[in-house]
């Protein structure tokens, strides 16, 4: 999200602007901001939104005495900033959630008709199945979807609103397809919320998701965020548990959140396999990053998973 792209508040010299009504103009900040009635009346201000992807963390409002105001590079860095708090806030909620003693659990159930998951197990009369979702820039996702019915899907997929883009795997029997979407799946509200998606199936135009979260979370907000985008989705189950060892990669091996995202993405578009069912630049793609960063990526990840395997 731009600054400039969310009617970033700079306005003209002696308009005295309060910041408070400064961040009005970001529509998704509904906190009350700090009373700024006794700054400066004098200046330009702008609003930095902390972002990430369609979640507003808040805001930051700045002033300047200049009577030029905020040039197009500053709010550009400005944006920029914005963006990296937003993804900090997220990866320290993902970081809670893997080193938390209990976590929530919920069930939830949508027949939603905007929900991809749902139209594919609708529009195909095909049972689908979330196989793997990793985070790409600006809030973006890649999620790995198969069936078991040979050559479906890639269409109905691509004509889906949120989909920018779809490539069907190679497979010995099924169907699997690399999705990368702006919007438009369940997942998505989760995941910004540094939730941990665990399953999801679809069939018959029902989609049912099992999804971790971290303890002290306010469930309510998030499944409420989640109906605001799909209304047809309810709530079926909560609960406490106990961490389990379902995470593939150990702990011990100390990888960054970008590392075990191109780790897994390589996995799951069969870069390891032999003939390789995907480049390296199919791979880079999809995670919106240069080929040569994925190749750092995946050097580092593989180098700490063998550390961790046969060091001492």
Request: glycine share 8%; proline share 4%; net charge negative.
């Amino acid at each position: 999200m731009r600054a400039e792209d969310t009617t970033p508040c700079t306005v003209e010299s002696g308009s005295g602007l309060p910041a408070n009504e400064a961040l009005e103009a970001i529509e998704s900040v509904g906190e009350d901001m700090p009373d700024h009635s006794e700054s400066p009346a004098r200046g330009s201000w702008t609003s930095i939104p902390l972002v990430y992807g369609q979640t507003v963390y808040g805001a930051i409002a700045l002033h300047t005495h200049r009577e030029s105001g905020f040039g197009e590079r500053e709010l550009d860095v400005l944006d920029e900033l914005g963006e990296t708090i937003g993804h900090a806030l997220t990866s320290i909620e993902r970081t809670h959630l893997l080193v938390s003693d209990t976590k929530i659990e919920i069930d939830i159930h949508s027949t939603d008709s905007d929900a991809l998951l749902v139209v594919l197990s609708d529009t195909t009369d095909s049972a689908w199945t979330l196989n793997g979702l990793i985070p790409a820039r600006k809030g973006d996702l890649t999620a790995y979807l198969s069936t078991q019915d040979n050559d479906v899907g890639t269409d109905k997929a691509m004509t889906h609103s949120g989909v920018s883009e779809v490539r069907q795997l190679s497979t010995d029997d099924g169907t699997t397809l690399e999705v990368q979407a702006s919007h438009g799946t369940l997942a998505h509200s989760f995941v910004e919320y540094g939730a941990n998606v665990r399953t999801a199936t679809a069939a018959d135009g029902r989609c049912q998701m099992t999804v971790e979260l971290s303890p002290g979370t306010n469930v309510r907000a998030v499944v409420e965020r989640v109906q605001d985008e799909f209304p047809e989705t309810e709530l079926l189950a909560k609960r406490d548990v106990e961490p389990t060892d379902h995470d593939a990669i150990p702990s011990e091996t100390d990888m960054t959140d970008r590392q075990r995202e191109a780790l897994e993405a390589a996995f799951r578009a069969g870069y390891f396999d032999w003939p390789r069912d995907s480049t390296a630049e199919e791979v880079a793609a999809s995670l919106d990053i240069s080929s040569a960063t994925l190749h750092g990526h995946l050097r580092k990840a593989e180098n700490r998973l063998l550390d961790a395997f046969f060091g001492d």
